[in-house]
């Protein structure tokens, strides 16, 4: 069996939410759109909205895989891009060890 992977939400009113991987969910974006909490993924995962922002705890950055080129350059536009914590929802994939990630929604643009 495959474990259901959760992470600790912030969202943008400061609430503090656990958000649990659904059915059928492969990304972190996907789980965060679910639970209407700010995160539009106008593109549908596409790297080119931004609208997946989030800022994930720094000391959990380096267990993420590296941004790509598409991903960095869209970010870097982003008003609210903080090197050491953003990341597209949408290009983050699950994996076991998200369990417990720490993040907030990053504020709107
Ligand atoms: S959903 Fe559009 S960039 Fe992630």
């Given at each position: ?77 982003a008003e609210f891009y903080d ?27």
């Open positions: 069996m495959t474990s259901v992977i959760s992470v600790k939400v912030t969202t943008r009113d400061g609430e503090e939410k656990t958000v649990t991987q659904g059915a059928g969910h492969t990304t972190l974006m996907q789980m965060l759109y679910e639970e209407d909490i700010g995160v539009e993924a106008v593109c549908g995962g596409c790297a080119s909205c931004a609208t997946c922002h989030v800022l994930i705890d720094p000391n959990w950055m380096g267990k993420l895989p590296e941004r790509d080129q598409a991903e960095l350059m869209l970010l870097q536009y090197p050491e914590r953003s990341r597209l929802s949408c290009q983050l994939a699950l994996t076991p060890d998200m369990e417990g990630m720490p993040m907030v929604i990053a504020p709107e643009e």
